[in-house]
């Protein structure tokens, strides 16, 4: 089992849900038949990987839809995405193949295509009447996080420290304060032949027990909880009270020896207390709200024992998946379960919840607004009141989240420290455990706090919602949008101008221009936090609105006079259940409100598709270039041309008909935004020839390709890491007309990662797929291909990274002189290079990762060619072996840089 990009089972149904019959079972055949009765009972690691070993292009819809199943509740985001693709590719009439295929490309950070399956899955979705009332307005909510993607960062210093002293290579998760340490869930340990969970295709969760030491503060030396409470089936997140005297615990239905079952037969989870009796254990006791025909699960108790939060299977009075459900203790006695409501619970999961002493909950969720998979939020009570229920929930944002599954996440009394779960890239196995410290403190360094407002704009005479209407937002703080003062008219300046650029954000390599005129009014690009938008047809509009500041909302539309309203979400609102705020029209003189009274149409610039609003130069939204777009002038309805239905331009389609069109879309992967001025390399891999090309403001570049040759484009620019794609058209059957893909940009530097060292050399630098390494010390004697003693060194060191890195993949390319015949060379560098991967082999890396080839002399690195007479110095530089980048997922996490070595020991053979 490969846990390393393996998310826990329990994430998309919750911890340890649908656990079947677990009785010894014979390992299926890889025969259709047996292979599907795999995935019916549930083995969904072991369907993935049966399904895996044949061709995906082969399996009809059901098994496609099956393998999706299989990848996504195994938490295998990449082959989900490929699955989900090709079923969405297909025209799937299923809602969830949208959802799945957006939340998968959502995972693997993907964010401007998932924004754009969210919202039609939610378009298909709302046509459903089945899907409506589970669904509704869901995928607009996802669509938008992914807009949002930079709020959800953390404000202050946060250190984050991977528990490696507890961390295997498998699962190890859901830690909980107890002594002078932590209980946690690990599938650690020996797993026994024929005795596994078949859902994750591993060993059974067990409780352990690590203690915190006392000068490192590390957690280390794990061992067994409590051998009473670890049974032979799994054991999950732990809740304690009474002072460590009574613990809340999550195991499958099995109770003295005995298993439970469902009416289908499966055997679900459970809550059980215990208590410590003379230092042992004892008294299990099978509570009172656990049902045999539904999950109930993760524990969390507050300080005093009297608040009793918990996640459950979603019921009649539930939102869908899994939701979270409170118990309060009257007495004796307790009350019955009652669900959170929809502040807190969705259409997805809400798990792991943990109860702070102050009485804060924190949980996460799939179904709220985040960065991807699951996202830890917290929430404050509503009232002081024992039985208040919690507000709005709030994301932690990174770098407690990340695009994957974060979730079991506990913080110290004084709010300074704690430690939560996450199977983020970089970590020791599948899930791993991470503790982290916040300056000053958790509340100083969240995020600010956000939450969707609706708001609705209707006709003051007739009620009517009105529809098309714009809507403007800033803060009240910043320049008024309509206020002659601020404007700038370009034709009628006195004073002069003043131009200032401001980088959006330190060290940003985008701008924001500054305008001032003679009297010294400033004005903005970015309009200091303004947002525009347009009523639907029902006449509202929804925005993301910070709590505690004041916000000035305009109104424009054609016919009415401008209307101005201020508003400001108070905490209270916050946390409260907020109805729509409605802004009234008046009908004016049929003229939209404008800024300048000698342009009465509101574009007072010479140029159809420009406006100056507010002192900056913005598009005109009511304009378009295509000749197709009722906002064009020319306007004149022609209906689509089906060997053009993208409406390209002519210099795109009139490529000759085996020649592909490249159309690369560079952009900020933060604020999704074109990124233009940034570099281009596109690399002939048949030729070797590069050509540079620098993007417009468009962030699209458009290049002309060749079938049977592959293409490596690189994207570089100052102050972002760089992103690769490599574009393989050997196989001609990939050379499509027009072959569309992302360049995303991420702004910033090192990510993570400790320096790695090949051949006396620092990595520090982005490695990404497409990157050539050159093994500076891998040299050959002339006519052998013997891995020399100098050589073995670079190779070992080659396996250290493979090893670190498991998801990269290489192509091993090894290269001769110029001596010899080119056959001859060819085989030469051939044998080099299979030498080379056999080493590796012999290692320990699978030869699947590694792609041998010889090049000959095709590729010298200097002027050493037939007939040139060189020294044998220069000789020995053109024989050697490089790696070449072809996969790997960590891209961001390593840096990379090269120093140009010269050999150490030089073969003195002459010709």
Same mark, same amino acid.
């Given at each position: 089992?490969?846990?390393?990009?393996?998310?826990?089972?329990?994430?998309?149904?919750?911890?340890?849900?649908?656990?079947?019959?677990?009785?010894?079972?014979?390992?299926?055949?890889?025969?259709?038949?047996?292979?599907?009765?795999?995935?019916?009972?549930?083995?969904?690691?072991?369907?993935?990987?049966? #399904?895996?070993?044949?061709?995906?292009?082969?399996?009809?819809?059901?098994?496609?839809? /099956?393998?999706?199943?299989?990848?996504?509740?195994?938490?295998?985001?990449?082959?989900?995405?490929?699955?989900?693709?090709?079923?969405?590719?297909?025209?799937?009439?299923?809602?969830?193949?949208?959802?799945?295929?957006?939340?998968?490309?959502?995972?693997?950070?993907?964010?401007?295509?998932?924004?754009?399956?969210?919202?039609?899955?939610?378009?298909?979705?709302?046509?459903?009447?089945?899907?409506?009332?589970?669904?509704?307005? %869901?995928?607009?909510?996802?669509?938008?996080?992914?807009?949002?993607?930079?709020?959800?960062? +953390?404000?202050?210093?946060?250190?984050?420290?991977?528990?490696?002293?507890?961390?295997?290579?498998?699962?190890?998760?859901?830690?909980?304060?107890?002594?002078?340490?932590?209980?946690?869930?690990?599938?650690?340990?020996?797993?026994?032949?024929?005795?596994?969970?078949?859902?994750?295709?591993?060993?059974?969760?067990?409780?352990?027990?690590?203690?915190?030491?006392?000068?490192?503060?590390?957690?280390?030396?794990?061992?067994?909880?409590?051998?009473?409470?670890?049974?032979?089936?799994?054991?999950?997140?732990?809740?304690?009270?009474?002072?460590?005297?009574?613990?809340?615990?999550?195991? @499958?239905?099995?109770?003295?020896?005995?298993?439970?079952?469902?009416?289908? #037969?499966?055997?679900?989870?459970?809550?059980?207390?215990?208590?410590?009796?003379?230092?042992?254990?004892?008294?299990?006791?099978?509570?009172?709200?656990?049902?045999?025909?539904?999950?109930?699960?993760?524990?969390?108790?507050?300080?005093?024992?009297?608040?009793?939060?918990?996640?459950?299977?979603?019921?009649?009075?539930?939102?869908?998946?899994?939701?979270?459900?409170?118990?309060?203790?009257?007495?004796?006695?307790?009350?019955?379960?009652?669900?959170?409501?929809?502040?807190?619970?969705?259409?997805?999961?809400?798990?792991?919840?943990?109860?702070?002493?102050?009485?804060?909950?924190?949980?996460?969720?799939?179904?709220?607004?985040?960065?991807?998979?699951?996202?830890?939020?917290?929430?404050?009570?509503?009232?002081?009141?024992?039985?208040?229920?919690?507000?709005?929930?709030?994301?932690?944002?990174?770098?407690?989240?990340?695009?994957?599954?974060?979730?079991?996440?506990?913080?110290?009394?004084?709010?300074?420290?704690?430690?939560?779960?996450?199977?983020?890239?970089?970590?020791?196995?599948?899930?791993?455990?991470?503790?982290?410290?916040?300056?000053?403190?958790?509340?100083?360094?969240?995020? /600010?706090?956000?939450?969707?407002?609706?708001?609705?704009?209707?006709?003051?005479?007739?009620?009517?919602?009105?529809?098309?209407?714009?809507? /403007?937002?800033?803060? %009240?703080?910043?320049?008024?949008?309509?206020?002659?003062? +601020?404007?700038?008219?370009?034709?009628?300046?006195? @004073?002069?101008?003043?131009?200032?650029?401001?980088?959006?954000?330190?060290?940003?390599?985008?701008?924001?221009?500054?305008?001032?005129?003679?009297?010294?009014?400033?004005?903005?690009?970015?309009?200091?936090?303004?947002?525009?938008?347009?009523?639907?047809?029902?006449?509202?509009?929804?925005?993301?609105?910070?709590?505690?500041?004041?916000?000035?909302?305009?109104?424009?539309?054609?016919?009415?006079?401008?209307?101005?309203?201020?508003?400001?979400?108070?905490?209270?609102?916050?946390?409260?259940?907020?109805?729509?705020?409605?802004?009234?029209?008046?009908?004016?003189?049929?003229?939209?409100?404008?800024?300048?009274?000698?342009?009465?149409?509101?574009?007072?610039?010479?140029?159809?598709?420009?406006?100056?609003?507010?002192?900056?130069?913005?598009?005109?939204?009511?304009?378009?270039?295509?000749?197709?777009?009722?906002?064009?002038?020319?306007?004149?309805?022609?209906?689509?041309?089906?060997?053009?239905?993208?409406?390209?331009?002519?210099?795109?389609?009139?490529?000759?008909?085996? @020649?592909?069109?490249?159309?690369?879309?560079?952009?900020?992967?933060?604020?999704?935004?074109?990124?233009?001025?940034?570099?281009?390399?596109?690399?002939?891999?048949?030729?070797?020839?590069?050509?540079?090309?620098?993007?417009?403001?468009?962030?699209?570049?458009?290049?002309?390709?060749?079938?049977?040759?592959?293409?490596?484009?690189?994207?570089?620019?100052?102050?972002?890491?760089?992103?690769?794609?490599?574009?393989?058209?050997?196989?001609?059957? @990939?050379?499509?007309?027009?072959?569309?893909?992302?360049?995303?940009?991420?702004?910033?530097?090192?990510?993570?990662?400790?320096?790695?060292?090949?051949?006396?050399?620092?990595?520090?630098?982005?490695?990404?797929?497409?990157?050539?390494?050159?093994?500076?010390?891998?040299?050959?004697?002339?006519?052998?291909?013997?891995?020399?003693?100098?050589?073995?060194?670079?190779?070992?060191?080659?396996?250290?990274?493979?090893?670190?890195?498991?998801?990269?993949?290489?192509?091993?390319?090894?290269?001769?002189?110029?001596?010899?015949?080119?056959?001859?060379?060819?085989?030469?560098?051939?044998? #080099?290079?299979?030498?080379?991967?056999?080493?590796?082999?012999?290692?320990?890396?699978?030869?699947?990762?590694?792609?041998?080839?010889?090049?000959?002399?095709?590729?010298?690195?200097?002027?050493?060619?037939?007939?040139?007479?060189?020294?044998?110095?220069?000789?020995?530089?053109? /024989?050697?072996?490089?790696?070449?980048?072809?996969?790997?997922?960590?891209?961001?996490?390593?840096?990379?840089?090269?120093?140009?070595?010269?050999? #150490?020991?030089?073969?003195?053979?002459?010709?």
């Amino acid at each position: 089992m490969n846990t390393q990009s393996m998310k826990s089972f329990y994430i998309n149904c919750a911890l340890l849900c649908f656990v079947a019959s677990l009785s010894a079972q014979t390992a299926p055949s890889g025969k259709d038949k047996n292979t599907e009765k795999v995935f019916d009972n549930l083995g969904y690691a072991k369907y993935a990987e049966l #399904r895996g070993q044949g061709e995906i292009m082969d399996y009809n819809v059901s098994v496609l839809d /099956r393998m999706g199943t299989a990848y996504r509740k195994t938490g295998d985001s990449k082959n989900a995405e490929i699955v989900y693709g090709m079923l969405v590719e297909n025209e799937s009439e299923r809602p969830e193949h949208y959802l799945y295929y957006a939340q998968a490309l959502q995972s693997n950070m993907k964010y401007r295509e998932a924004k754009n399956y969210f919202l039609l899955y939610d378009k298909i979705a709302t046509k459903n009447s089945s899907e409506t009332k589970l669904y509704n307005g %869901a995928g607009k909510v996802y669509a938008q996080a992914c807009d949002r993607i930079s709020q959800f960062k +953390a404000v202050g210093e946060v250190k984050i420290r991977n528990e490696k002293g507890i961390n295997s290579a498998r699962l190890d998760f859901s830690p909980m304060y107890y002594k002078d340490g932590i209980v946690f869930v690990s599938t650690r340990g020996q797993m026994k032949k024929g005795f596994t969970d078949k859902w994750i295709n591993d060993k059974f969760m067990d409780l352990y027990y690590a203690p915190a030491n006392n000068s490192s503060g590390s957690l280390e030396n794990p061992e067994n909880f409590d051998k009473d409470i670890n049974s032979k089936y799994h054991e999950g997140p732990v809740s304690f009270a009474d002072g460590e005297q009574t613990l809340f615990f999550t195991r @499958n239905n099995y109770m003295q020896g005995k298993k439970g079952f469902s009416k289908d #037969r499966v055997t679900k989870l459970k809550i059980y207390s215990a208590r410590k009796v003379n230092d042992r254990w004892d008294e299990v006791r099978d509570l009172w709200f656990n049902s045999s025909e539904i999950d109930v699960c993760h524990p969390a108790l507050s300080k005093d024992g009297k608040v009793f939060v918990f996640s459950r299977t979603s019921g009649n009075d539930g939102y869908g998946g899994m939701d979270l459900y409170v118990s309060f203790q009257l007495g004796s006695k307790w009350t019955a379960p009652r669900n959170l409501g929809p502040n807190i619970n969705t259409a997805g999961n809400e798990v792991f919840p943990y109860i702070h002493d102050d009485g804060t909950l924190f949980f996460s969720s799939n179904g709220l607004a985040g960065l991807g998979g699951l996202d830890v939020f917290l929430a404050d009570k509503m009232g002081t009141e024992r039985d208040s229920l919690w507000g709005f929930p709030l994301n932690v944002g990174s770098p407690f989240n990340s695009s994957v599954d974060d979730f079991g996440f506990i913080l110290n009394p004084e709010g300074t420290e704690g430690y939560f779960t996450s199977n983020r890239e970089g970590g020791q196995g599948g899930d791993d455990i991470y503790s982290f410290k916040a300056t000053p403190n958790l509340d100083r360094v969240l995020p /600010r706090p956000t939450r969707p407002m609706t708001i609705c704009v209707y006709d003051v005479a007739t009620s009517k919602r009105i529809a098309d209407a714009q809507v /403007r937002i800033r803060p %009240a703080s910043s320049n008024p949008l309509a206020n002659n003062n +601020a404007n700038i008219n370009l034709n009628n300046l006195q @004073n002069g101008i003043t131009i200032n650029l401001s980088p959006i954000k330190e060290g940003s390599d985008e701008y924001v221009l500054k305008l001032s005129n003679g009297n010294g009014n400033n004005s903005s690009a970015a309009n200091n936090g303004f947002v525009s938008m347009t009523t639907d047809k029902k006449g509202t509009c929804q925005h993301y609105l910070p709590a505690g500041e004041e916000y000035v909302f305009e109104v424009l539309k054609s016919g009415y006079e401008l209307a101005t309203q201020t508003y400001t979400l108070s905490l209270k609102d916050f946390n409260g259940d907020l109805t729509e705020f409605c802004i009234p029209l008046t009908k004016g003189d049929g003229k939209m409100a404008n800024n300048d009274p000698n342009n009465p149409n509101g574009n007072n610039l010479p140029y159809p598709d420009k406006l100056w609003t507010n002192g900056a130069v913005v598009s005109n939204p009511n304009f378009s270039n295509n000749p197709n777009e009722p906002k064009n002038p020319n306007y004149t309805k022609v209906p689509p041309d089906p060997n053009n239905p993208y409406n390209l331009p002519p210099d795109i389609l009139n490529v000759p008909d085996n @020649n592909p069109q490249l159309s690369a879309f560079v952009f900020n992967k933060d604020y999704n935004r074109p990124l233009p001025n940034t570099k281009v390399t596109i690399l002939n891999r048949c030729t070797g020839e590069e050509k540079e090309v620098i993007v417009g403001e468009s962030g699209i570049i458009n290049y002309e390709l060749e079938c049977g040759c592959d293409y490596v484009l690189k994207a570089t620019k100052d102050k972002f890491i760089g992103a690769n794609k490599i574009i393989s058209l050997s196989d001609k059957r @990939n050379c499509q007309k027009l072959i569309p893909i992302e360049l995303p940009m991420t702004p910033g530097f090192d990510k993570l990662g400790e320096p790695i060292v090949i051949g006396g050399n620092t990595i520090n630098n982005s490695i990404k797929e497409g990157d050539l390494i050159e093994l500076k010390n891998i040299f050959y004697d002339f006519d052998k291909y013997y891995i020399r003693t100098d050589a073995s060194q670079d190779l070992d060191e080659l396996y250290a990274l493979l090893t670190r890195f498991p998801s990269m993949e290489i192509e091993l390319s090894s290269h001769t002189d110029s001596r010899g015949s080119t056959q001859y060379n060819k085989t030469l560098s051939a044998n #080099r290079a299979k030498n080379a991967k056999e080493y590796l082999v012999k290692k320990g890396i699978s030869s699947t990762r590694i792609k041998a080839v010889g090049y000959g002399e095709s590729k010298t690195r200097n002027n050493c060619n037939d007939g040139v007479e060189c020294s044998e110095f220069e000789h020995q530089r053109n /024989r050697r072996t490089e790696v070449f980048v072809t996969k790997f997922d960590e891209a961001e996490y390593i840096k990379v840089r090269y120093d140009d070595n010269a050999p #150490r020991v030089i073969d003195e053979k002459k010709n």
